[in-house]
């Protein structure tokens, strides 16, 4: 293969996405739309990728900081042809192929750009390969035009399209490999004479053309991958077909996902061998599932790490939390940022944790809030238990020993700490540190008043 560079095309404001976010930083499964011609060009190994931003310039480059990776400043948008000729003094001195994509061609895959490169052939090949597809509604799209041997002849946009053209349902797909020494010198001749006055990319075909150069389209059969993102109607598509080819990955791989069109995995989320995910999950950034855990239905899994043989039970929310080997989790659990809990631990129904390190075998089984807390191996934290860690002002830690017991109902009033095998008496409020081995209570005296209810009712 020859030396490869790139442009990646991702200055345009999206209009039709009716949006002041960037429309190549929409996600997709997600990662920004832009992320996946980025990576792919990674993996293709090109020597230099120059990406023509100019909408949310600040957010694009923000977004994607990388040493690899050189922006161009589209300022004013004159077309494709002008961002391919602003990119290109970036490439001062470059000999080899410019793969030229779109940032909002997100479901585009390594086995088509490689057919492409092929077609290309290297130095002897065609000056100039593209990739078209067949489209029934082919409107808003510009038009491979052929000549009598079926051989390319040009691309005509399509508002310059006359009435026989506009019948041409082949379009072109906006993704050209190009010799870079061809692209330098004809970059600078193109003309902005059409419907809407801007420096049109896909001119250079009929330049190529014309001079005697030979000129391929590769017809891609699944318009769906190469085609743009330009609304959120086919932004919602492109996230569905990218579900779908993250899920179909993982179940070849060996993980059962029983109704992948309604379970959401991101981009890049790993899965260990023989789990099970039930509909209606959501798998999301950078998150990590050992073998052999069940996801019940409902459950979101946000940045968090689950080790081996853990089950999350329905509609458990877990963001920022690292869970070791055999947890059980949920059902309705509410795991917020900044916990570890340890190996064999339960942490049951209606039960929020939150920045909370849970030892080994630790269990709080029902209703409790665990915040800002330190709590050792083999604790019971009955229901109802709140670490009360917030005055108001600041926010304070609750320590909790290995082997303690914590009744149900219990106020644990940070900062305090309650000693290796303790006990805390149900409904008791501790307020001062509990020694190890002791037992502590604060439940009123209770009092019996016989005959109470009749003498009410007679006042009634």
């Known amino acids: 293969m020859r030396n490869l560079s790139a442009i990646v095309l991702a200055a345009g404001k999206g209009t039709r996405m009716k949006s002041t976010i960037p429309k190549v930083l929409h996600p997709v499964a997600g990662k920004p739309m832009l992320f996946y011609p980025l990576n792919l060009l990674k993996e293709l190994g090109a020597r230099k990728v120059v990406a023509v931003v100019g909408f949310g310039k ?28 602003i990119a290109l003094k970036h490439l001062k001195g ?27 052939g290297g130095a002897k090949g065609p000056v100039l390969s593209f990739i078209s597809t067949v489209l029934e509604n082919p409107s808003g799209y510009g038009r491979v035009v052929r000549d009598k041997n079926n051989a390319v002849a040009r691309i005509v946009e399509d508002k310059d399209c006359g009435p026989l053209q506009k019948r041409i349902n082949e379009v072109n797909a906006g993704i050209y490999l190009v010799d870079y020494d061809f692209l330098s010198v004809n970059i600078k001749k193109l003309g902005k004479k059409n419907a809407q006055g801007e420096y049109y990319l896909p001119d250079i075909v009929e330049m190529a053309v014309e001079q005697g150069r030979k000129v391929t389209a590769l017809t891609h059969i699944d318009p ?29 791989s060996g993980i059962s996902i029983l109704d992948p069109d309604n379970t959401y995995i991101d981009y890049g989320v790993k899965v260990g061998l023989d789990t099970v995910i039930y509909p209606g999950v959501r798998l999301s950034g950078n998150t990590e599932v050992g073998q052999r855990c069940v996801i019940e239905e409902g459950s979101i899994i946000i940045d968090s790490s689950i080790g081996e043989g853990s089950a999350v039970k329905s509609y458990t929310i877990m963001e920022s939390t690292k869970a070791g080997k055999g947890v059980s989790i949920g059902p309705f659990a509410r795991l917020r940022p900044g ?29 409790s ?24 002002v600041k926010k304070y830690q609750t320590i909790i020993e290995d082997g303690a017991f914590i009744g149900s109902d219990t106020q644990l009033v940070a900062p305090v700490k309650v000693g290796k095998n303790a006990y805390v008496g149900s409904g008791t409020t501790v307020t001062k540190d509990v020694l190890p081995g002791s037992l502590v209570i604060t439940r009123a005296p209770e009092k019996v008043i016989e005959g109470w209810s009749k003498r009410k009712m007679k006042k009634g």
């Open 339 to 367: 916990n570890l809990i340890g190996d064999s631990a339960r942490i049951g129904n209606f039960v929020e944790v939150k920045k909370t390190s849970i030892g080994k075998g630790s269990k709080a089984n029902h209703l």
């Open 94 to 120: 470059f000999s080899g192929d410019v793969l030229i994509l779109s940032g909002d061609v997100p479901l585009i895959t390594k086995g088509t750009v490689t057919a492409l490169i092929k077609m290309r």
């Open 224 to 252: 769906y991958e190469v085609m743009g993102i330009n609304n959120r109607v086919e932004l919602a598509k492109a996230n569905k077909l990218m579900r779908q080819r993250i899920s179909e990955g993982l179940m070849l």
């Open 369 to 392: 809030y665990l915040g800002d807390s330190i709590i050792g191996a083999g604790v019971n934290i009955g229901a109802g238990t709140i670490t009360c860690n917030y005055d108001g």
């Open 58 to 85: 600040d957010s694009v480059k923000a977004a994607f900081p990388s040493d690899n990776l050189t922006f161009a400043l589209q300022e004013d948008q004159l077309g494709t042809g002008h961002a391919v000729s």
